[in-house]
């Protein structure tokens, strides 16, 4: 997120009406060369000129509105306003992640996270990742520590960004990549750390991780959770269905990834299991 240039206001103070200026985004987003941009209905009718201008004094190829992250898969619903090549390169923390802005989530306020996997990771490890995506937390494992990585994605066309992720930052020979719903991936008892970067329903697949994870492991459990079940949840489901499955869970660490919605928060809690 940035902050508006001079330059765009200066511009566009001679084309738009004098009220409309002060609407202009302040904030906006840069995933690579492409922005996504807020915009107050009330610059309907100017959106394209202003995308136009954005683009060009920010430098950027494409511009979408800025739109909302929905069902099971995340995926992005945004308005092309300029331009016309939403897929792009985005570097970060020395990760290089080539995805459709348009079409695959990739969430700036995630960005802590994605550092702080790289710095928990140990080398040699097996990690399972069972919400890969583009391989947002788990190619920094690999990149920086020399983790080795399952990462599960079952949308085909995030997976083939996965794919191309993995090759793209070499670790090809750390990283094997399944397009499958983690639901069905066969193998039990193999990971010492699990990621579980989903939210809203991930207590569902607690069964699953715990079945994936070694007899002492570590879980990145991420959900989100309204404000007033804090700080017991969401760590008491955690525990209780760990128990149902005959495993001990201990709190490690509990972080805010961000706000979710009014009163809702999307949280990781590090969690350490141990088959009794
Ligand atoms: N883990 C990343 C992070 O926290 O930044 C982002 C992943 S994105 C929120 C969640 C991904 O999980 C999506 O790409 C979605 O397609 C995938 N997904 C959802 N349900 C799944 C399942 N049952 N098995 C495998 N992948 C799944």
New binding site residues.
Partial sequence: TQVIKPRIREILSKELPPERVSLLPKHWVQIGDVLILPLRPELEPYKRRIAEVYAQVIGAKTVLRKGHIHG???KPDYELLYGKDTVTVHVENGVKYKLDVARV?F?PA?VK??VRMAEVAKPGELVV?????IG??SLPMAVHKGARVIA????PY?FRFLVENIWLNGVQDLMTPYN????DFPAENIADRI?M???VTTHEFIPKALSIAKDEAIIHY?NTVPEKLRPEEPFATFKRIAREHGYDAEKLKELVIKRYAPGVWHVVVDIRVYKR
């Fill in positions: 099971e898969t995340r989530m969430s995630n996270e994605r990742d069972m919400f890969a995506g947002h937390l599960i994605e079952k949308n995030t499958m719903d983690n639901r990621l970067g989903y939210v991420h």
